[in-house]
């Protein structure tokens, strides 16, 4: 059984930096995602991955391959950004002037996919996931890495709503520390420029990631 997935959202694009919905067009990182992208390789050079998934797209791959796990990774193609559709390329602001009150986690996208397409991808990469020891990184996109952290804990995928992740920034699903059995989100939202420690339990044990005050722990 999987001991802990670390989940890594790629670093920044010119596209995320102006609130532009980036589904499936390839943009690449800006000079800052790349160094914020290099950051997260002080961050994870202690942990020792079993498994290294990303998304085929390369601001993903990219920030996997600064970040020292490019050797190791494999593409993995469930693990791509939600499709937008019609929205793809569209701000938030915009889709709503055309729509008020949408939000992805409840409307989903015209043409793209809907909320329960993107659980059911989730469900697919968590499948794939529980089965393996030791423990796993992920480098994915926002919204999909949101509705996988949910699902990871039983809940609908539209309570990714209430999880926000910045880009390059590293999070942890593991276990409830005083219940094994149980899945929890050990750390969420941990930016690479902060200053913690991160620890893997043994390979095929369960542990927690321990973090600093400072870090966004759920």
Wanted: hydrophobic share 40%; glycine share 12%.
């Amino acid at each position: 059984m999987v001991a802990q997935i670390f989940v890594i959202r790629h670093g920044e694009t010119q596209w995320s930096l102006n609130g532009r919905h980036t589904g499936r067009t390839d943009v690449p990182l800006t000079e800052n995602g790349e160094r914020r992208a290099i950051n997260l390789r002080g961050l994870l050079q202690g942990i020792t991955f079993t498994h290294v998934l990303a998304s085929p797209l390369q601001r993903a791959w990219r920030t996997c391959e600064l970040a020292g796990l490019g050797a190791a990774a494999r593409v993995e193609p469930d693990l791509h950004e939600w499709d937008y559709g019609d929205y793809e390329g569209r701000t938030t602001a915009d889709i709503r002037a055309q729509r008020p009150g949408w939000n992805i986690f409840q409307d989903g996208c015209p043409q793209g996919e809907s909320v329960e397409q993107v659980s059911q991808r989730a469900d697919r990469v968590l499948a794939g996931l529980r089965p393996l020891e030791g423990t796993i990184a992920l480098f994915s996109h926002g919204q999909f890495l949101r509705a996988l952290a949910v699902r990871w804990i039983g809940l609908p995928a539209r309570e990714g709503q209430h999880l926000a992740l910045d880009t390059a920034a590293v999070s942890i699903l593991g276990y409830e520390h005083h219940n094994g059995d149980i899945p929890a989100i050990a750390l969420w939202n941990a930016g690479s420029s902060t200053s913690f420690a991160l620890s893997a339990p043994a390979v095929g044990g369960k542990g927690r990631a321990a973090g600093s005050p400072d870090c966004a722990a759920v």
